[in-house]
């Protein structure tokens, strides 16, 4: 005759194994379903730098406050430029500035030692936006101005 802690061990032993088989295809549709965020990468107006741009959340609507945040790659790869001389500008229809980040803090620009920075703001009005990051050196290197623009629709 079978001990009936042998069936209790089995048992708990196989739903142990159907939930780990079948968990991670939950965990797996979860997120298949969720919407995908704007993501774009482009490189600098001289070809030295490719720069990623996250506006978090997206869709960007007007009176909310959105997290710009910015990536800088070394070009044509995945891996993170350190020590950026950056500034970030958002136009209205590509003209009126309505955002400069280094007038936040007095300076003539930015810098990051990471070569991730998150720069939040709130546009107060729908259109259509720029967004412009100029760089001016890498690793403590000045260079002449590198631009990147990104095309951004702000939903009322």
């Known amino acids: ?21 079948f968990l991670p295809l939950l965990f797996v549709q979860a997120h298949s379903s969720a919407s995908v965020e704007y993501t774009e990468t482009t490189t600098t107006s001289g070809g030295t730098l490719d ?55 007095g300076q003539p620009l930015l810098h990051t030692a990471e070569g991730i920075v998150t720069i939040p703001f709130t546009l107060q009005e729908p259109g259509n936006y720029t967004v ?7 690793n403590f290197i000045p260079m002449a101005t590198e631009n990147v623009e990104f095309p951004i629709k702000v939903e009322q």
């Open 1 to 21: 005759m079978l001990d009936p802690c042998f069936f209790s061990f089995s048992f708990l032993r196989g739903t142990l194994l159907i939930v780990g088989l």
């Open 51 to 105: 720069v990623k741009l996250e506006p978090i959340p997206n869709p960007i609507k007007s009176g909310q406050e959105t997290n710009y945040k910015v990536t800088f790659l070394q070009k044509g790869t995945e891996t993170v430029q350190v020590h950026i001389d950056y500034d970030l500008v958002i136009l209205k229809n590509n003209d009126t500035e309505v955002f400069r980040a280094s007038k936040q803090t």
């Open 132 to 138: 412009r990051i100029p760089v001016m050196g890498i």
